[in-house]
């Protein structure tokens, strides 16, 4: 007996939802220019090769540019799909549009 395509009685796929270490990766680009994702935990260790190319093969990073100092380093980014899968729907605005921060430093005394 095979299915018959048009019958959709609640069969929708699941969505896919990244592990917490690929949860951690991903998220360090949302805050990072462009996306840019870690090659290292804060701690100093390296983040798994197999955490990175896991995030690509689900579409959650990209790979941006070769490293040609180490080239077996995946350098990636975070993707639509990426900030989607982490609740972040819109890309944070760039620094150049936040309001510029006061200056400090000494004050020109006022002219009497």
């Given at each position: 007996?095979?299915?018959?395509?048009?019958?959709?009685?609640?069969?929708?796929?699941?969505?896919?939802?990244?592990t917490e270490?690929?949860?951690?990766?991903?998220?360090?680009?949302?805050?990072?220019?462009?996306?840019?994702?870690?090659?290292?935990?804060?701690?100093?260790?390296?983040?798994?090769?197999?955490?990175?190319?896991?995030?690509?093969?689900?579409?959650?990073?990209?790979?941006?540019?070769?490293?040609?100092?180490?080239?077996?380093?995946?350098?990636?980014?975070?993707?639509?799909?990426?900030?989607?899968?982490?609740?972040?729907?819109?890309?944070?605005?760039?620094?150049?549009?936040?309001?510029?921060?006061?200056?400090?430093?000494?004050?020109?005394?006022?002219?009497?």
């Amino acid at each position: 007996m095979s299915k018959d395509p048009h019958d959709d009685q609640g069969d929708e796929p699941a969505i896919l939802r990244p592990t917490e270490p690929q949860r951690r990766y991903l998220e360090r680009g949302l805050s990072q220019p462009g996306g840019k994702l870690p090659l290292f935990y804060p701690d100093g260790r390296e983040v798994p090769p197999r955490t990175i190319q896991a995030c690509v093969a689900h579409g959650w990073a990209e790979p941006w540019f070769s490293n040609p100092v180490k080239p077996d380093w995946l350098v990636c980014r975070l993707t639509e799909k990426g900030r989607q899968v982490l609740g972040q729907t819109e890309i944070p605005a760039s620094p150049a549009g936040k309001a510029a921060a006061p200056k400090r430093g000494r004050r020109k005394p006022e002219a009497s």
